[in-house]
């Protein structure tokens, strides 16, 4: 039951009557039995994963919570100093060993289900005899439970707020139902306590998150799964095609990739804010960056965010790094010392990232490129600096910053080869295409237009794209555009939505070309 589907926008129907209906008090019950629900309907044989994550991450929650009230109550009960630090320590050595037991089960069901069958591939190539290649189900939305998960046990590690002594409510948490499919990756001290406390129907609000679910669709259907047709076509099929054309489908796959993924998190967000509950944001016009390090400040959020708070900062920031650092300011000097744990750290996540996007090489691929060119951009950044300063470069100038901007999308779209091309291989093969093969397939639209996309579609899609540009530039410069929509008149919202709806049932829902492609994240 995806997202684009009647089945789903029934099931919302049915959900928000009953969570209404019901006394305050119950209506988290609701939204626990919806959840459950969906997951039973999207497969039942996904729920035995989900439960597992939830359980172990529950009572690793609970029996941390115990081990720290108890060295509290000894400590209170102890005037000695070392006897205090003894039982502190001795307390979190035992939390070590409650989180890694659950880190072992939790990411140990993710490894196996989804890294399996690459790392018996990787034995195989290496020792000619490995591990056979097994079906195994792939549950979905498991990256997003387990690491939404994994970063409640990793705060109640470090007393950042007291378990939640509810399994019921907890299992809320993990499993709510809207982000499920693709997130985004929410903090528990952000969510937990919304889904739990009661909420009054809002006439208001209820409007503003239809909207917002609108411009999902919008994105996902007008755009994104328009371009899909395109894209497909020559990924699958690169060597007929020549670099004019490749480069063009990887521009239209990063447009993909972007209407795909931010226009689930909007349908995702509105669902939520219907139910009055407040979703982390995960998109901030990642295509105005102006470096790549700014773009994943923006792409993915919280996924980024999740990142750098439970891998970047706690390696960039351990003992072993800060004596490395040390030792290398003494021997290269004070910025390197600084920078050189800071890259490693930069790498080591970013490799993370690639393996969270997928089993296989173009992945890692893929994390390696991204982290090696923000730690390179970290490595030579005063060096930069200095030179314009000597030579009194204008970098805020307003032709600087569009060519950062455009040099930004320019390496993320190349990045985006590894992560959409069948392997390594061939994205390097489409990448040199682009750069050497420009003739071969004819005129350039002619061959553009054999591509699965007619006309009509291709001029509905710039529609589209136009529409999330000038949005994009809108909200980059500051401008609340859903604040000043809500401030004209009715008619003149109830006539704009009218207008709307009918151009996404005349160019999406009932076009002859029209197949609602699944989200591209929801297999992450």
Not at 122 to 144: A, D, H, K, R, Y
Not at 149 to 170: C, M, Q, R, T, W
Request: with cysteine; net charge positive.
């Amino acid at each position: 039951m995806g997202l684009v589907s009647l089945e789903y926008l029934f099931f919302l129907l049915v959900v928000f009557l009953f969570y209404f209906f019901v006394p305050q008090k119950a209506r988290w019950v609701v939204l626990l039995a919806a959840s459950y629900a969906f997951y039973t309907l999207c497969s039942w044989k996904y729920l035995p994963f989900i439960a597992a994550t939830t359980l172990t991450t529950f009572y690793a929650g609970i029996i941390m919570g115990n081990i720290a009230g108890k060295a509290r109550r000894r400590m209170a009960d102890c005037d000695d100093r070392t006897q205090k630090k003894d039982i502190r320590a001795a307390a979190q050595a035992q939390k070590r060993l409650v989180i890694t037991a659950c880190f072992l089960l939790d990411f140990g069901i993710l490894a196996v289900l989804k890294y399996y069958n690459f790392f018996a591939s990787v034995t195989m190539s290496i020792l000619g005899n490995g591990l056979p290649q097994l079906e195994l189900l792939l549950p979905l939305g498991i990256s997003f439970y387990t690491f939404q998960s994994a970063g409640y046990v990793i705060d109640v590690y470090h007393a950042k707020y007291e378990p939640d002594k509810n399994l019921a409510k907890f299992a809320l948490f993990v499993s709510f139902f809207p982000q499920l499919i693709q997130g985004p990756i929410s903090r528990y001290d952000q969510l937990a306590s919304q889904l739990y406390e009661p909420h009054t129907f809002d006439v208001v609000r209820a409007r503003s998150a239809l909207r917002l679910m609108f411009w999902g669709y919008f994105k996902k259907c007008i755009v994104a799964d328009k371009l899909a047709v395109l894209v497909e076509t020559v990924f699958n099929a690169p060597a007929g095609y020549s670099g004019a054309v490749i480069a063009f489908a990887a521009v239209c796959y990063g447009i993909q990739i972007y209407a795909d993924f931010s226009g689930g998190i909007d349908i995702i967000r509105g669902v939520a804010q219907l139910l009055g509950i407040d979703m982390e944001q995960n998109f901030n016009q990642p295509y105005f960056s102006t470096s790549l390090s700014d773009f994943w400040r923006r792409w993915h959020i919280t996924l980024g965010n999740w990142m750098r708070t439970y891998i970047f900062y706690p390696l960039a920031l351990s003992k072993g790094m800060t004596r490395w650092g040390r030792r290398m300011s003494e021997k290269c000097g004070r910025y390197i010392g600084k920078a050189i744990p800071l890259c490693v750290a930069t790498l080591v996540t970013f490799l993370a990232v690639g393996v969270w996007h997928g089993a296989g090489w173009k992945y890692l691929t893929y994390g390696v490129w991204n982290g090696a060119i923000i730690a390179l951009a970290t490595l030579t950044g005063p060096f930069f600096q200095e030179f314009y300063k000597r030579i009194h470069f204008n970098s805020e100038c307003r032709i600087w910053y569009c060519w950062r901007v455009l040099r930004t999308f320019l390496i993320v779209t190349i990045g985006r080869f590894f992560t959409r091309a069948a392997d390594v291989k061939t994205a390097l093969f489409m990448m040199g295409s682009v750069l050497s093969r420009w003739k071969g397939d004819g005129a350039f639209l002619q061959t553009v237009l054999g591509l699965g996309v007619s006309w009509k579609n291709l001029i509905v899609v710039a529609f589209g794209v136009l529409m999330m540009i000038v949005v994009g530039v809108l909200r980059e410069r500051g401008r609340d555009i859903r604040g000043w929509f809500e401030q004209r008149p009715v008619l003149v919202q109830m006539s704009l939505e009218l207008v709307g709806v009918i151009f996404m049932v005349i160019f999406a829902e009932y076009g002859t070309e029209y197949d609602p492609a699944d989200f591209i994240y929801a297999v992450f």
